[in-house]
């Protein structure tokens, strides 16, 4: 593995330091990306300085929510890009405050494809764009400005001449990203949005080089990793992936050898580049769309075990788990030798003293899933409490 225990410890825990590559982490409890929706207009406010200051440590790692690569790239209100200087600019002030704090902060990089809706589109007429013109089932439905939700509007697919442009958005936006003052980068190719839309045979229905075999339906992101490794270094590029996961109907015939597929193409760029990713990050199967646990909606949870432990077993580098961990969930991943860090995302909305809570077998605060999609740069942002302030919302059971 890339990273390793430090301070001579026997066996790692969640709360032991861990060395990323460059990187000296005191813990391994990151933030989790996470759309909020405080972006107003796409630029970070105020509000986003406050609430990942917040959540920042000394020698934590907060990954932020996903940010937009391009104008065609949003499928939800008031979610930040990194493709304007005024956002660039905005960023500044949330990486110094984070800094600040003594924390590593990750850029996501994010393209929904498909997932989107004509009004989030330039000019508000285009269709999304994707591996596909299939749209999204009407099992689903997409947030929309005014707080309704709607069907997703029908994709248009991207012939393979435009997929170029796609990486250098990738690309550009990396390099942005690194102007604001992010010590790195994570590529989204999760949870159906854009990159999974390809890796996903049950989406990517094509019969050009980006279609059909595996090795092709890998090559968006390989060749979207390769950009963005090329332009800022592969220690500042981490890449997520969901193999297992159906969300938005990203369902795969074989998750399993996707996996290893995208696992064998990252190791085989890490060889390339001459050096190791920041790491990989994969989301466990029991993660749904609205962000239940449900054990069983992929199999049972020895099968979703083996999965996640082959993919960890294969890739060279550090390895991020996700998806409704819980305290003894990710003590135990950790333990076990099944991730090197574990990133919360729910609990971390609602605890933004996470670490120290979890550390400390505290009680946690609830979340309130209504304010998670709300403007308010306030209620449900900024408001939950520390330990010791006052106790406003009932505490998590876990």
């Not at 939700?149 to 442009?165: D, N, T, V």
């Not at 099944?338 to 605890?351: E, H, T």
Request: aromatic content about 8%.
């Amino acid at each position: 593995m890339a990273g390793s225990a430090s301070g001579g410890q026997q066996q790692p825990t969640l709360f032991s330091p861990y060395k990323m590559g460059r990187f000296d982490l005191a813990h391994r409890v990151v933030l989790a990306p996470m759309t909020r929706c405080r972006a107003i207009g796409g630029v970070p406010q105020a509000g986003n300085v406050e609430y990942y200051r917040q959540r920042a440590t000394p020698g934590g790692f907060l990954i932020s929510e996903g940010t937009v690569i391009s104008p065609t790239g949003a499928g939800f209100p008031h979610v930040p890009g990194i493709y304007t200087q005024e956002q660039i600019d905005a960023w500044k002030k949330v990486v110094e405050a984070v800094h600040a704090k003594g924390s590593i902060f990750f850029c996501q990089l994010w393209h929904v494809g498909r997932a989107s809706h004509v009004v989030y589109q330039p000019g508000g007429t285009a269709a999304p764009i994707s591996s596909t013109d299939k749209p999204i089932s009407n099992r689903w439905r997409i947030l929309m400005p005014d707080g309704t939700h709607a069907k997703f509007s029908p994709p248009r697919r991207l012939s393979s001449a435009e997929i170029p442009g796609i990486v250098e958005d990738y690309r550009r936006a990396a390099l942005n990203a690194m102007e604001a003052g992010f010590d790195g980068v994570e590529i989204h190719g999760a949870h159906g949005y854009l990159i999974d839309q390809f890796l996903k045979d049950g989406i990517n229905d094509r019969s050009d080089g980006y279609g059909g075999p595996l090795s092709n339906r890998c090559r968006l992101l390989l060749e979207v990793t390769r950009a963005v490794v090329s332009a800022v270094g592969p220690g500042r590029v981490a890449v997520r992936v969901s193999p297992a996961i159906d969300h938005m109907d990203a369902s795969d015939s074989d998750p399993l050898a996707l996996g290893l597929a995208v696992v064998d193409c990252l190791n085989a760029l890490q060889q390339e580049a001459g050096g190791r990713l920041a790491y990989l990050h994969v989301t466990q199967p029991r993660y749904t769309a609205y962000g239940q646990t449900e054990t069983g909606r992929h199999g049972n949870e020895e099968d979703e075990g083996k999965l996640m432990r082959a993919v960890r077993a294969r890739y060279q580098g550090s390895f991020m788990c996700s998806g409704g961990y819980t305290r003894e969930l990710g003590i135990e991943a950790v333990a076990g030798g099944d991730a090197d860090l574990v990133s919360y995302g729910r609990l971390f909305i609602s605890n933004p003293d996470l670490m120290e809570r979890l550390r400390e077998g505290a009680p946690l605060n609830r979340y309130i899933r209504a304010t998670f999609y709300t403007q308010d740069p306030v209620v449900g942002y900024t408001d939950y409490p520390f330990l010791g302030q006052q106790q406003q919302r009932p505490a998590a059971r876990l």
